[in-house]
């Protein structure tokens, strides 16, 4: 069966697109918008969850996926924290304040 084309418009409400066509690749130039389909939801959290923590607690990076996956999986809260945390690591003040910024979008 072929697999139907993904729209080629940015949509910031993704909850009528059928959950095969959120199932590739991501675009960095795409809007945040929430991840509705559980399978891609369930997929970020497992392989956040595959990787050691003890070796990542100190990568800003890290974090700041962690934040991603928790907003757009609607947890804010562990978005907030998570991209604390990624800001107190950062040593660029750029990205420090990028990660803040980001961090009060889930504030409110």
Known sequence: MARPTRPQ????????????WLQGPV???????????PARAEAARAALGALDPARLAAYAPWWAVRAEVAARTGDPAGAAHAWQVAAGLAVDPAERAFLLERRASVVQ
């Open 9 to 20: 418009e940015n949509v910031s409400d993704t909850s009528d697109i059928p959950c095969a």
């Open 27 to 37: 675009s960095t130039s795409a809007p945040r918008a929430p991840i509705t389909c």
